[in-house]
């Protein structure tokens, strides 16, 4: 949420992706697996950027102020980009 330390989310999503990549190269089945954990559609709360971004805007961190929504399908390897105001597709 907005009311926990930006730091410590990045510092923590930076820890897992090492930490998955680490397993992805250790177990050859992990990767397929993640992947098709991937599919539907999944809400975006915050954005972290590139490192450069985030010197830029001296954040790590940006909210979305609006419901965006990203829809993910592993068999034909496409994404949607979808956002909204309120219900309503923009």
Same mark, same amino acid.
């Given at each position: 949420t907005k009311a926990s330390d930006s730091d410590q989310v990045v510092d923590?999503?930076?820890?897992?992706?090492?930490?998955?990549? @680490?397993?992805? @190269?250790?177990?050859?089945?992990?990767?397929?697996?993640?992947?098709?954990?991937?599919?539907?559609?999944?809400?975006?709360?915050?954005?972290?950027?590139?490192?450069?971004?985030?010197? @830029?805007? @001296?954040?790590?961190?940006?909210y979305f102020p609006l419901k965006a929504v990203q829809s993910f399908d592993t068999q034909t390897m496409t994404l949607t980009n979808a956002i909204y105001a309120g219900n309503f597709a923009l």
């Open positions: 923590a999503l930076l820890t897992l992706e090492k930490s998955m990549r @680490k397993k992805a @190269k250790d177990d050859e089945t992990l990767a397929p697996q993640q992947l098709q954990a991937l599919n539907g559609a999944w809400r975006l709360i915050f954005t972290t950027g590139t490192i450069d971004t985030q010197a @830029k805007i @001296k954040g790590r961190i940006n």
